[in-house]
């Protein structure tokens, strides 16, 4: 079974940048298509960006679309959100999730959830 945990979350102020990161401990990282979702209270986990399981795909909302890049190195077993210009209704917890072969930008869609992190953007 595929274990996710999220770091690199934080206080930041607004128009600034932070790169989160998620570790996997699969054995078969690069047979999973990669996801990274936010939630706020009260509101449904959100779609933010997704990324095929060769790295030749990525998708994004309009929302960060320009702003946000994920990425991912297999041999690292680790996949990434780089964050840049963030703005106040950023500010959530950021999940990474993990899903087998094909890529989705629906949160029913994965089978694996790391245990979230923490992102403040500060006005």
């Known amino acids: 079974q595929v274990q996710l945990v999220e770091s690199g979350g934080g206080l930041v102020q607004a128009g600034g940048s932070l790169r989160l990161s998620c570790a996997t401990s699969g054995r078969t990282f690069s047979s999973y298509a990669m996801g990274w979702f936010r939630q706020t209270p009260g509101k449904e986990r959100e779609f933010v960006a997704a990324i095929s399981a060769s790295g030749g795909n990525t998708y994004y909302p309009d929302s960060v679309k320009g702003r946000f890049t994920i990425s991912r190195d297999n041999a690292k077993n680790t996949v990434y959100l780089q964050m840049s210009s963030l703005k106040p209704e950023d500010t959530a917890v950021y999940y990474c999730?993990?899903?087998?072969?094909?890529?989705?930008?629906?949160?029913?869609?994965?089978?694996?959830w790391g245990q979230g992190t923490q992102v403040t953007v500060s006005s």
């Open positions: 999730a993990a899903r087998k072969w094909i890529l989705s930008t629906g949160t029913n869609d994965y089978d694996y």
